[in-house]
């Protein structure tokens, strides 16, 4: 089982805010980063370090940090935001890489 | 433009053994740790195995520890994974992914390769 917990699936219109959660309590104590896959492509790095954004992300994805959760927030989500998005971090003993379950964002 | 490419995917059948590679352009290769993902159909990212710069240091996911070996050759700018033992649910998009320092830990990925597909079926 993942130690990083994510909601399945999250519904937004376009132009709407969407929020994807993550949990985990290694989350206080290491560095989560958001990565964005779109169906039938590689993975994409759209956060890192709990709150950067990676050169040539829209500004529209941010992150913010409480305690054992991290969001991924969507400002005016668009179509091309449908995808899976997963959070990362490393394992409690901070050897290992772990992912969270995965959230596919759906743009209705 | 700094890319990375695997190949070495296919149909192998249960118990075989399969070698990945991944080769890595645009960048000082032997500068960066990098890792081996995959993605199960139906199923979510797993980390599988991740290799220091000099090749020194090598970190495995449970489920294929004792079976896959992570490998590189700087003067090829190649990654490799020895895939041995195979069982069906090794079936995955596998990845190569940068790390974006040269060791580790903590680990973070940058670069993704599109992914090469292995098939375990009989």
């Known amino acids: 089982s993942s130690e990083l917990t994510q909601p399945p699936s999250v519904s937004v219109s376009p132009g709407q805010t969407a929020k994807i959660t993550c949990s985990g309590r290694v989350l206080p104590k290491q560095y989560a980063y958001w990565i964005q896959q779109r169906p039938g492509q590689a993975p994409v790095v759209v956060i890192s370090k709990d709150t950067e954004r990676p050169s040539g992300i829209p500004e529209r994805f941010s992150g913010s940090t409480s305690g054992t959760i991290v969001t991924l927030t969507i400002t005016g989500v668009q179509t091309e935001d449908e995808a899976d998005y997963y959070c990362?971090?490393?394992?409690?003993?901070?050897?290992?890489?772990?992912f969270g379950g995965g959230t596919t964002l759906t743009v209705l | 433009q700094v890319q990375l490419m695997e190949s070495g995917g296919g149909v192998v059948h249960p118990g075989g053994s399969r070698r990945l590679s991944c080769v890595g352009s645009g960048f000082m290769f032997n500068g960066y740790a990098v890792h081996w993902v995959r993605r199960a159909p139906g199923k979510g990212l797993e980390w599988v195995a991740v290799i220091s710069q000099d090749g020194s240091h090598q970190y495995y996911g449970d489920p294929v520890k004792g079976r896959f070996t992570i490998s590189r050759d700087n003067s090829k700018n190649t990654l490799y994974l020895q895939l041995n033992g195979l069982r069906s649910d090794d079936t995955a998009m596998y990845y190569c992914a940068r790390d974006t320092g040269p060791t580790g830990p903590p680990w973070a990925f940058d670069i993704w390769g599109q992914g090469t597909m292995v098939t375990v079926s009989s």
């Open positions: 990362q971090s490393g394992d409690t003993t901070g050897v290992s890489v772990v």
